[in-house]
């Protein structure tokens, strides 16, 4: 089975910090995203890459960059967190044309 | 524009009976449907999935029917049990999609003992 990993399930981060978010997939998949799930909003996409090195904007890219300098490894970075970013952050892998595989998610807070 | 959407934010059933979730879409390109499950502070699951060569597809007490003419997909759990108490998202794909996924919002189902 493949397996997503997320480094931290809880984050707590002060407004204006940079803050990271790690995500390491084992099944050497082509394509990652990130989303963030916020109550009445569902699953919104923030970026997604398709290959090493590439990256694409999602629907909400403001205030996030990624980073994917490994096949496996997909980043999601906040440059100067705020509180309107505070939320679940999810991350995930696909290899083709089955769905995708989640990580456990990381709840961040920004305080 | 929610090319995918589920109009009920939440759904309440009792144990042993069903309970049916629905999905509507717009985009007569999907071709491929799926179903999440997603508990609090965890990832979502993958449930179940549907072509749209099928229109339906069963796994256990799980059943998604599709319904291409009226684009609209349900997700029944027979019988419904208070394990199930989840958000479930349906989400559509298609060809050209680059590999992602349109969700729904979701729907909140409790499933009362």
């Known amino acids: 089975d493949v397996k997503v990993t997320q480094s931290s399930r809880y984050l707590v981060k002060r407004t204006g910090e940079k803050v990271f978010l790690e995500c390491v997939q084992d099944m050497d998949h082509e394509n990652m995203f990130w989303y963030r799930q916020d109550p009445g909003l569902g699953l919104r996409l923030i970026y997604f890459?398709?290959?090493?090195?590439?990256?694409e904007k999602g629907d909400i890219p403001e205030g996030y960059s990624v980073s994917r300098e490994k096949k496996e490894r997909f980043s999601l970075i906040l440059e100067s967190a705020s509180t309107n970013q505070t939320s679940m952050y999810l991350c995930?892998?696909?290899?083709?044309?089955?769905?995708?595989?989640f990580g456990s998610g990381t709840r961040l807070t920004v305080v | 524009d929610q090319q995918v959407k589920q109009n009920s934010p939440s759904l309440s059933v009792q144990e042993g009976r069903i309970s049916i979730l629905n999905c509507d879409y717009t985009n007569s390109m999907f071709d491929y449907f799926l179903w999440y499950k997603k508990y609090p502070a965890e990832g979502p699951t993958f449930l179940i999935s549907?072509?749209?060569?099928?229109d339906k597809n069963e796994d256990g007490r799980f059943t998604v029917f599709l319904n291409k003419s009226a684009k609209h997909l349900s997700l029944h759990i027979v019988p419904s049990q208070p394990g199930d108490s989840a958000v479930y998202f349906c989400?559509?794909?298609?060809?050209?999609?680059?590999?992602?996924?349109?969700f729904g919002k979701g729907t909140l189902l409790t499933v009362n003992p």
């Open positions: 989400a559509a794909d298609y060809g050209g999609s680059n590999y992602k996924l349109t």
């Open positions: 995930a892998s696909r290899g083709g044309y089955f769905g995708y595989t």
């Open positions: 890459s398709y290959d090493v090195k590439m990256k």
């Open positions: 549907i072509s749209s060569i099928k």
